[in-house]
């Protein structure tokens, strides 16, 4: 009789220690599962992350290279250089203007360029309105005229509104010569060793153009500081 109650004792006690082993496997097994699906964090490098650049909103562009441009070696005769077209007159005062000193803004296909220097600005129209010439011809005339001078056409187009912007509708027409920003213009740049000259045409509709030409200079200073026998004639 105590065998018996010995042996089930034991069963007892094994049984006991059996299943506290499953517990102890089973919390095992979960801790490494629990391990297993979770991803680890990331060292920390102690480093922050580069936010990322703002974008752009003004698109960078190239601007004329005048380098570019061979340097002619041809005789440009005397200032300013380009006559009208046969057929054709400045009718009014109004009709030409000369300084010795101005600026031009002249478009380069890309930007609007600042010229300044001796500028001649013309507006032309037929004499004879029943015998005008065609857009085509004065455009073809005074093409032909800068490459034989050993000249390049540098841009024929519009000004795009957005570029008129930036600078300003106003101080374009300042210093446009009568340009109108609305229509082409066609826009040449003759450079010698000495001279960098700019041609600009623009035609009209009603067989009119207008021919302006710059030459870059600097400006002649002529204001001074007052002496004392000119502030006694003062």
């Not at 105590?2 to 089973?26: D, M, N, P, Q, Y």
């Not at 000495?194 to 600097?218: F, I, M």
Request: with cysteine; glycine share 6%.
């Amino acid at each position: 009789m105590k065998r018996t109650l010995l042996s089930v004792a034991c069963l007892t006690v094994a049984g006991s220690i059996a299943l506290v082993g499953c517990k102890a496997k089973t919390a095992e097994a979960s801790e490494t599962t629990a391990t297993t699906e979770t991803p680890a964090a990331p060292a920390s490098t102690g480093t922050p992350e580069a936010a990322p650049a703002p974008e752009t909103t003004t698109e960078a562009t190239a601007t004329f290279d005048l380098n570019s441009v061979p340097v002619s070696s041809a005789n440009l005769g005397a200032w300013p250089y380009l006559s009208r077209l046969k057929g054709y007159e400045t009718r009014y005062d109004s009709d030409s203007s000369g300084f010795d000193f101005d600026r031009t803004y002249v478009f380069d296909g890309k930007n609007i360029i600042p010229i300044e220097g001796k500028i001649v600005r013309r507006s032309y129209r037929p004499i004879d309105s029943e015998k005008p010439a065609s857009e085509l011809m004065i455009q073809r005339n005074y093409e032909n005229l800068v490459k034989e001078l050993g000249g390049v056409k540098v841009s024929s187009a519009k000004i795009p509104d957005e570029t008129l912007k930036k600078m300003g509708e106003s101080e374009y027409e300042k210093h446009s010569g009568g340009m109108h920003n609305y229509q082409p213009v066609d826009t040449y740049v003759i450079r010698q060793k000495d001279k960098e000259v700019w041609v600009q045409v623009q035609t009209s509709g009603d067989h009119q153009y207008k021919l302006n030409v710059t030459e870059r200079a600097a400006m002649p200073q002529q204001a001074g500081v007052v002496g004392a026998v000119e502030l006694k004639k003062n």
